[in-house]
């Protein structure tokens, strides 16, 4: 066994010997850093490696935005009902609470407790426009995150491409080039360095999205959930404007007919 592993030894180090150039040529292929394989991937890894910065920030502030006491606060309804006090006769109070705690959900409570004595359907139309603007912002930037995650193996395809374009030219155009297909395979080796570093983007860019979408509706389900549980408890309260109208409608009436009253005596008299 050692006398086989000394002669294959052997016979690559003299294949080595005579062909300098393949020597050469898979040393120079060899990826020492990640540096290393940013600059041999071409001119297609400047925009691959924009699209991963853009992902990494986007995710890291969604993280950090849709964190639950920043949409939801669990003490949240419980701190509202203490500061409206009893049937949710401190409306004022209320707002107040909602405009020193500023989130998704205050702003919808704040929307509720201004149209508390409006009819119950359109309460609900108005808190369901809230709930509407503050999930439209709790999915900003998502769009980015997909867009990059569509559009990095393509990127890096299109890298690969140029490059087996230029190693092809590459051996096409040099004479010195003919039956050495080492330099033919370092070109498309280094041409497929952009298709794996636009997969290494888009992977986890597109994992990402639908994690962070996914958090999303669950913290749009809660919002929901503590929304109707205040409206239940508070709607209803309050003067109606539109209910104090109909109410007032029969005395009218009432009183004009007794005006009528005197005027049809006198006729008949």
Same mark, same amino acid.
């Given at each position: 066994m050692i006398e086989m592993l000394t002669a294959l030894?052997?016979?690559?180090? #003299?294949?080595?010997?005579?062909?300098? !150039?393949?020597?050469?040529?898979a040393s120079s292929a060899k990826i020492q850093s990640v540096? !290393?394989?940013?600059?041999?991937?071409?001119?297609m890894m400047i925009p691959i490696a924009i699209c991963s910065l853009v992902a990494l920030?986007?995710?890291?502030?969604?993280?950090?935005?849709? $964190?639950?006491?920043?949409?939801?606060?669990?003490?949240f309804l419980p701190n509202l009902r203490s500061a409206m006090g009893d049937g949710g006769a401190s409306r004022n109070e209320g707002i107040n609470y909602c405009r020193d705690n500023p989130s998704p959900?205050?702003?919808?409570?704040?929307?509720?407790? $201004?149209?508390?004595? &409006?009819?119950? %359907?359109?309460?609900e139309k108005h808190i369901q426009e809230?709930? &509407?603007? %503050?999930?439209a912002k709790l999915r900003r930037f998502l769009r980015p995150l997909s867009v990059i995650a569509a559009i990095s193996p393509l990127l890096g395809l299109l890298g690969t491409i140029f490059g087996m374009i230029k190693a092809f030219?590459?051996?096409?155009?040099? #004479? %010195?080039?003919?039956?050495?297909?080492?330099?033919?395979?370092?070109?498309?080796? %280094?041409?497929?360095?952009?298709?794996?570093?636009?997969?290494?983007?888009?992977?986890?860019?597109?994992i990402a999205y639908h994690w962070i979408s996914a958090k999303i509706e669950a913290l749009a389900i809660e919002m929901d959930r503590v929304t109707c549980e205040f409206v239940e408890e508070y709607a209803g309260h309050g003067p109606d404007p539109?209910? !104090? &109208?109909?109410?007032?409608r029969p005395v009218k009436a009432r009183d004009e007919n007794e005006s009528d009253e005197p005027q049809t005596a006198m006729a008949s008299a």
């Open positions: 030894g052997a016979t690559f180090l #003299g294949q080595a010997a005579q062909n300098p !150039d393949a020597a050469a040529a540096w !290393d394989f940013v600059v041999k991937g071409g001119p920030t986007v995710l890291i502030e969604r993280l950090f935005t849709l $964190r639950r006491r920043n949409v939801a606060p669990n003490k959900i205050a702003t919808i409570c704040a929307t509720a407790i $201004r149209r508390l004595h &409006e009819p119950i %359907e359109l309460l809230a709930g &509407e603007r %503050e999930v030219q590459t051996v096409a155009t040099s #004479g %010195e080039a003919l039956g050495k297909a080492e330099l033919l395979a370092t070109g498309i080796y %280094e041409a497929m360095i952009t298709t794996a570093a636009g997969l290494l983007v888009a992977i986890p860019t597109l539109s209910r !104090d &109208e109909a109410a007032l």
